[in-house]
């Protein structure tokens, strides 16, 4: 599974982006959980949002809850992050990941995108 992620950019304290995720490589990638994660400098890896394959059921970080949509178009085999509402400390690099067997493990990873908000 090939992942490409996109979208990120800069932005004011308040606003929004929207960041893409596009799966391929492997025909059922549309059955496969997918993951947004960040990392800041100087700072661990952390979870941000999940969507299971069917899209019927999400996950968010408490940061994020509320600002932040995860969604899913399974015909495009793209995954998104709506991000509302942003604050400087949401600046990373965000990575989508994809975890095959809906366990939690994630074995598919994007190359990451620069996602910075000024105060």
């Known amino acids: 599974v090939q992942l490409q992620a996109s979208g990120g950019g800069l932005v004011q304290a308040g606003g929004s982006l929207r960041l893409s995720c596009a799966a391929s490589?492997?025909?059922?990638?549309?059955?496969?959980?997918m993951g947004w994660f960040r990392q800041a400098p100087g700072k661990e890896r952390e979870f941000v949002a999940a969507?299971?394959?069917?899209?019927?059921?999400?996950y968010y970080a408490d940061s994020v809850k509320g600002r932040f949509t995860v969604s899913r178009d399974s015909a495009k085999n793209t995954v998104y992050l709506q991000m509302g509402s942003l604050k400087p400390e949401d600046t990373a690099v965000y990575y989508c990941?994809?975890?095959?067997?809906?366990?939690?493990?994630?074995?598919?990873w994007g190359q990451g995108t620069q996602v910075t908000v000024s105060s």
């Open positions: 990941a994809a975890d095959p067997f809906g366990d939690s493990v994630y074995d598919y």
């Open positions: 490589g492997r025909t059922s990638t549309t059955r496969v959980s």
């Open positions: 969507i299971t394959w069917s899209g019927s059921t999400t």
